[in-house]
């Protein structure tokens, strides 16, 4: 590993402090180098606030150092007034003399912009450095900008033989195939996107909150699917414990593909990714109309014998493990 691709690595190890908080915006990290050793470290605030190479100036007492240090960043520094001041301003305003970029910034707003910026005021500019990783690290980000729709995760818990629900149970709430571990880990991805989505059985058949009640973090944006409009407020979905967004027969035709009309509806609301939960009709729609990027598919070690069957999807494997006694598989579309 170069010594370029060890402070990237850094960069992209602080910036996953920022997940979850930080969206719509990317997750950044900024390190800033002085005789190869890093004298300030930052990663993007919560939205609305400093991005990381602001925080990473900031953590550094004696700013005099800057005009003989490199500054080391997962993303290119912004060229543009948002909710903040560009960062390729500040980074000249301090004179610092050198910046390594992991990616750029395919945001028509940067989109080279800021690396412009910065080569014309006489700061050399290295880019694409540990490329691939920070593209992958910014994959919420990059889908939101290119492919106009967010990031979509699909989860679901399916039995040993293949079932997402029972065929018959007494109460209006869920009937758990997984442990109290994994259940957990939903919740912690749950404060990690932006919105979650089901659809009306799974709001009639189990009441769901759809919040992060297991682990400390923001609730995602509630978005339920409701044909109809026959959902009442009652149901915990509509509580005011976070935001929902009700889709109906008012805002996307039902009798056509639905996955991309929600996904557009989600896009022109800036939501840059969403976990879809279900049920089986809602997550199989996306799988049929390739609306996916990632699917997390629990097995549990018990059986149903008849219910309602699994959704069927077919993806590359990129990780596999054990949570206790719960098998998740973790698959990308191909």
Known sequence: MTTHETYIKRCLQIALNGLGSTR????????????DQIIGEGFTSAYGGKHAEVNAIN???????????????????????????????????????????????????????????????????IFGVMEEECKAHHKRFFTFHNKKRPYIILKWAETKDGFIAPKYKDEKQPVWITNSYSRQLVHKWRAEEQAILVGTNTVIEDNPSLTVRDWT?????????????????DFNGFNDEAETLTITDNDIDFNEPMAIQISDILFNQNINSIIIEGGAQTLQT?????????????????????????????????????????????????
Do not use: Q
Request: net charge positive; with cysteine.
């Open 24 to 35: 719509p915006n990317p997750m950044v990290g900024a390190v800033i180098v002085y005789k």
């Open 59 to 125: 953590a550094i007492v004696d700013k005099s150092l800057l005009a003989k240090s490199k500054l080391y960043v997962t993303l290119e520094p912004c060229s543009h007034f948002g909710k903040t001041p560009p960062c390729s301003d500040l980074i000249i305003k301090h004179n610092i003399p050198e910046v390594i970029i992991g990616c750029i910034d395919d945001n028509p707003e940067v989109a080279g912009k800021g690396i412009a910026k910065l080569k014309t005021s006489g700061c050399k500019v």
């Open 217 to 233: 973090g923001k609730n995602p944006l509630r978005v339920v699917l409701d044909k109809t409009s026959k959902l009442n407020p």
């Open 286 to 334: 996306f799988i049929n109309e390739n609306l996916w990027d990632e699917a997390r598919i629990f097995t549990g070690d018990i059986e149903f014998k008849t219910g309602t069957k699994a959704p069927i999807l077919k993806g590359k494997l990129i990780e596999e493990s054990k949570i206790k006694n719960d098998l998740l598989r973790i698959y990308a579309k191909d």
